[in-house]
């Protein structure tokens, strides 16, 4: 492959293969009279770079030469060569949080001595041939520091890869898998975890209604982490383990666990008074699943599987009561300075963790989050009751944070099996982006609804920094939405499968892609979209012609139709920059062949929505948080309001002249601010 091709700064070229290790093979690659590229994820068997400059080359993995030459600014990071690395008059070569092993070449050889700078690799060599600069043998670290500059956190270490399907992979014990400076691997490829033998533990039957019963297991060491592919964020939920039931011991009927080490499902629609056999299953390999499929086998993950042996628990039984006993429906509390070992029964005894919450709550529970912040994820292992709620709700609304923790935890609250709950006052805000949310039995949602419903979320704020950490939904019923702010999420709130659904009251800020990104909807279901504030979309979309504000609906009222779905949409409000030349609303792929701006008016038109919303130029918030997403200054302007400024929904409220403080249906607000009860 040859790549002869320039770039700009502001634009360079990419050449890539998908996913995260190199999985596009060329034979030889020639990079001649190049500038501002960058190639990645590829596995070649050499490769020559001469006559360019500005090129950035990341997850390469090259079984032979690597050859620069005539070159200026070259980086090669996080690759694994397996042989020399050659260099010839060139300049600003940096080679970092790499790995290059040959068992007789020297590993760096150049004819004079190049500006070259190392950091985070490891150098392996049998014969301790590092370099060979300017006829100077140089056979350690040590006399490599004379010559390369930087050579910070440089080690040799052998053994640091094992080989599987002819490729490096990194092994888990190996300092190189953690060793990049934020705890991460250098190198090309993936860690390589050898499967255990699974085993299942801790299996308890959490709550019994005469309809309804909640059992929840672990699973300590088939994690998926072990194996799962990183980057996989687009594949389905691996499922690792099911339930298998009946009211005889052959157990007919199952439900699958979308858990990872952590397991809890809730069966509906058991007779009361009835004994039901059980027990616990773990496939010979990990099945997937997707709301419409009938589990089909994870095959990319087949090759992981060989040492992976089946196991299943020993049969047990509970009995459903025969009447239904009203639940205590206590107050809990949580608080930072609090203790697991207290009772959660006041602010003075209470516990600390989510997880603590997580087991004990009960149905008609509702958890008090006292002012702090906290780290973890909010999983009840019982679903609440039609008429007995599970409320989780901040003491102060605004003030109790679920942090993600510098963006490491996939989810803040994950509702798997998990209906009738009441979301409020909560702000959830640093979890991880969907490249690496696919772990724990979770995706990248701050907030995860699946197989569950009669879900209230209202009054809080969903602050995604920019990353992929949607509100997630598959599979779900009767959700809603009330006075909460979602803001810097690429997709505010993402899902499919969805009966009933309901955004009344909430703000959109910033958002980066759309705000909406929800389709497959169940006959004749309701979708209602009712005061809300549409805030702005990012520059880069905007000029980009992006999906709108409210984006990817193109095949929605077509299905609609055939659906009987009853859409509503209107009493909302839409603010576009003054620099805005589209004022592109949305819910249809851009139309070119019409006069601009858009606005409201295009979808009053085109599709009998928005009837009595509005639109505005002149948006003011009370906080003076700034709003005009076109501004080059926009990102430095609100990183200097968060300095400032705590952020809660009193940052969201409207001035008292504010057009937007009676517009809605029957006179009421739009968007979200402090909770009141007009």
Known sequence: MTVSVKGTPEKPVTIRSRGNSPGARVSSLLIDNAENIKIEKLSITEALIKNSQDVKLERIYSSKNIEILSCKNVQLGYSTILSEVKIGKSSGVELHHSILSSAKEYLIVSSESPALFSEYNNFISPENKFALIDNNKLNSLDAMKKYVNGMRYCISSPDCFKIVDGKPYLSPSSICSSMDGKGMAIGAFEIWHDVPVAEITDVKVNYLSPSSASISWTLPNTSSVLWRVRGGWSDGRPVLSYLKYGTTPDCGKKIVSLGDIFNSVTI??????????????????????????????????????KTWKAAETELASFTTPAKFTKPACRTLYLSPKGSDGN????????????????????????????????????????????????????????????????????????????????????????????????????DYGQLEIIRSGDITARNCIFNAHGQYQSTVLKDVFDIKFINNVFMFSPAQIAGHYINNIEFRGNTFFYTLISNFNVFKFAANSEVIIKNNLFAGLSKQKVLAHGVGINGEWKDFFSEAKNKNIKFVCDYNAWYFSPSDPYNFCGFEDFPSDIKLPLGVKRLQDKFGIEKHSIEIKNLVFTSGIPVDYMSDDFNKLFDGFLKKNKLTLKSFELPDNSPLKNSGENGVRIGAGIPNTK
Request: hydrophobic residues 40%; glycine residues 10%; charged residues 25%.
């Open 268 to 305: 509906n629609g058991l007779e009361a008074g009835k004994k039901y056999y059980f027990k616990i299953e773990v496939p010979k390999n990990p099945e997937v699943w997707l709301p419409d499929t009938n589990l089909p086998p994870f095959k990319m993950l087949e090759k992981f599987m």
């Open 343 to 442: 009772d959660g029964l006041s602010r003075e005894t209470a516990w600390k963790s989510l997880k603590k919450a997580s087991v004990e709550v009960r149905p008609g529970d509702t958890v008090i989050l006292c002012d702090g912040v906290y780290e973890g994820t909010f999983r009840p292992v019982v679903s609440g009751l039609p008429d007995f709620k599970i409320t989780l709700k901040a003491e102060n609304c605004g003030s109790a944070v679920i942090d993600g923790s510098n963006f490491t935890r996939p989810c803040g609250i994950l509702l798997d099996l998990c209906s009738h709950v009441v979301i409020d006052g909560i702000v959830l805000e640093n979890f991880s982006a969907k490249l690496f949310g696919n772990r724990a039995g979770m």
